[in-house]
């Protein structure tokens, strides 16, 4: 099975600017550079190359015809002796046949202080079968280390009847191209150091361009994640009429029409937490005189005719269940409005559990695992509603047995309350305490607000702490309540 293939790290806009204005700096500075270097190069190469041939030429044709119609080797060593006179050409060697002369003259053979071994075996072949051929040619060759431009021509002698022609013998002079090469090679190292300059040019006009493009986009990032943190205010200063200002003018007037957008919501909001608490605490008043009303009813529902019994004892039970609703849309609204408080006080947290149990009457349906001398300092009641509604759920909703579990650490306790039930649909976990939240249009009309949950959560983020849910690994739905050992004061920030 192949592995998937790493992605390569992504470069920053910086390095991706730098990167791309070096290459087309190495890139243009290379072809210029490499162009003049070879034009440079081979003008360089073809000047001294004309001027020894011109020089050879000149040298030849004041030497030709020799006067002898068959030339001995006296006649061919005053040949090879007297073309280096000339300042172009270092040294001459004259060939007939198998035979050669020596190199001449002698103190030259040494230029840039290296010998050549001029001989037979120096002189390339191809260019030997063009001098045989009765032409004027010249080769560039290196010898030791040395470049050196060979040229070869043809000696002529007188025929009888007074005109030149060939005499089998050929001549061939050599030229050092050192002081040409030292030429070339000071050439491309102007051309490397011309093309290090333009490179680093290259990076402060790249920098440059960077920081005129990255400063903006820095700016509108930062404006970016500042208007994610509820900063609706952020704004960015538009700089110039380029695409970069039209970019600050858009996300300027996209905060502007989102700032406005959030404050009608929150308005909305506002005016509808406010009608809520107002008309739950409306309903209280009347509230108490129907429950007073429906328990009168509830006591003679007993001695009523069957129907008017069995509406008395619906009267009563609605009654109580609306009051609940009004409690928890009370309770909420202390919450949304910042008016909820805690009662603390130091509690062994065993015993809480056990009172909430036993006040409920569930003592004997949830099993306990309740290590001893836990204490922590947290508001009772408020920990018992949180208790009820976990317990109450799990008893309602899950399947026996349903235990709750205490366990401590040096600075949290957590209670964990469960059911064997077969759990929470994966895609209720994360609505479970959203307010009003049914899991099933089935459950629409159910003993619950639909509050419980949500003020559960509450009270345990009010306690500093966190409320959360998942499955059993084993079935069933698990909820954990995290809570500090020691819940710092509201008003003093004190938790001793």
Same mark, same amino acid.
Do not use: C, F, K
């Given at each position: 099975m192949s592995r998937p293939a790493r992605p390569w790290p992504s470069l920053g806009l910086r390095a991706r600017l730098l990167s791309a204005f070096a290459l087309l700096c190495v890139v243009t500075t290379a072809a210029v550079a490499g162009a003049m270097y070879v034009q440079a190069r081979n003008d360089i190469l073809q000047r001294a190359q004309d001027a020894s041939v011109q020089t050879l030429r000149g040298r030849l044709q004041a030497l030709d015809p020799l006067p002898d119609a068959t030339p001995g080797p006296a006649e061919l060593i005053a040949v090879a002796t007297a073309l280096p006179d000339d300042a172009n050409v270092e040294f001459a060697v004259a060939v007939r046949g198998d035979w050669h002369t020596p190199v001449a003259p002698p103190e030259r053979w040494r230029p840039g202080g290296r010998v050549l071994?001029?001989?037979?075996g120096a002189i390339p072949a191809d260019l030997r079968q063009m001098v045989a051929d009765g032409r004027l040619a010249w080769q560039r060759v290196v010898r030791d280390d040395t470049p050196w431009l060979i040229l070869g021509a043809p000696l002529l002698v007188s025929g009888p009847d007074g005109t030149a022609r060939a005499s089998g013998a050929e001549v061939y002079a050599a030229r050092s191209l050192l002081a040409e090469q030292r030429s070339i090679d000071l050439l491309a190292a102007r051309a490397w150091v011309t093309g290090g300059a333009a490179l680093a040019f290259a990076v402060v006009l790249a920098l440059l361009a960077t920081r005129g493009v990255l400063v903006p986009v820095r700016e509108l990032g930062r404006a970016a994640r500042l208007l994610g943190q509820g900063e609706l205010r952020t704004r960015i200063a538009v700089r110039g009429a380029d695409e970069l200002a039209d970019v600050a003018r858009t996300f300027n007037d996209t905060a502007a029409e989102l700032e406005r957008h959030v404050r009608q919501l929150r308005e909305m909001e506002a005016d509808a937490r406010r009608f809520v608490a107002d008309v739950s605490h409306e309903l209280r008043t009347p509230l108490a005189a129907l429950a007073a009303v429906a328990d009168i009813l509830e006591e003679e529902a007993s001695r009523l005719p069957e129907p008017a019994g069995r509406a008395a004892r619906l009267v009563s039970q609605e009654t109580l269940n609306l009051t609940a609703l009004v409690n928890d849309l009370i309770e909420i609204s202390r919450f949304d409005s910042g008016v909820a408080a805690l009662?603390?006080?130091?509690?062994?947290? *065993?015993?809480?559990?056990?009172?909430?149990?036993?006040?409920?009457?569930?003592?004997?349906?949830? =099993?306990?695992?309740?290590?001893? *001398?836990?204490?922590?300092?947290?508001?009772?009641?408020?920990?018992?509603?949180?208790? *009820?509604?976990?317990?109450?759920?799990?008893?309602?909703?899950g399947e026996p047995p349903v235990s709750v579990r205490l366990s401590a650490g040096p600075h949290w306790i957590a209670l964990e309350v469960r059911d064997h039930g077969p759990g929470l649909d994966e895609a209720t976990l994360p609505h479970v305490f959203d307010r009003f939240y049914k899991a099933s249009a +089935?459950? +629409? &009309?159910? =003993?619950?607000?639909?509050?419980?949950?949500?003020?559960? &959560? =509450?009270? +345990? &983020?009010?306690?500093?702490?966190?409320?959360?849910? +998942?499955?059993?690994?084993?079935?069933?739905a698990l909820f954990t309540l995290r809570l500090p050992c020691r819940t710092p004061d509201p008003e003093t920030g004190d938790s001793a």
């Open positions: 071994a001029l001989g037979l009662a603390l006080n130091e509690v062994d947290v *065993a015993d809480l559990v056990r009172a909430t149990l036993r006040t409920r009457g569930w003592s004997e349906q949830v =099993e306990t695992e309740l290590p001893p *001398a836990v204490t922590a300092r947290l508001d009772p009641r408020r920990v018992d509603v949180i208790l *009820a509604n976990l317990v109450g759920n799990a008893l309602r909703h +089935a459950r +629409a &009309r159910s =003993e619950g607000s639909g509050l419980g949950l949500a003020i559960a &959560r =509450e009270n +345990a &983020r009010l306690h500093r702490g966190d409320l959360t849910v +998942a499955n059993a690994p084993d079935g069933g």
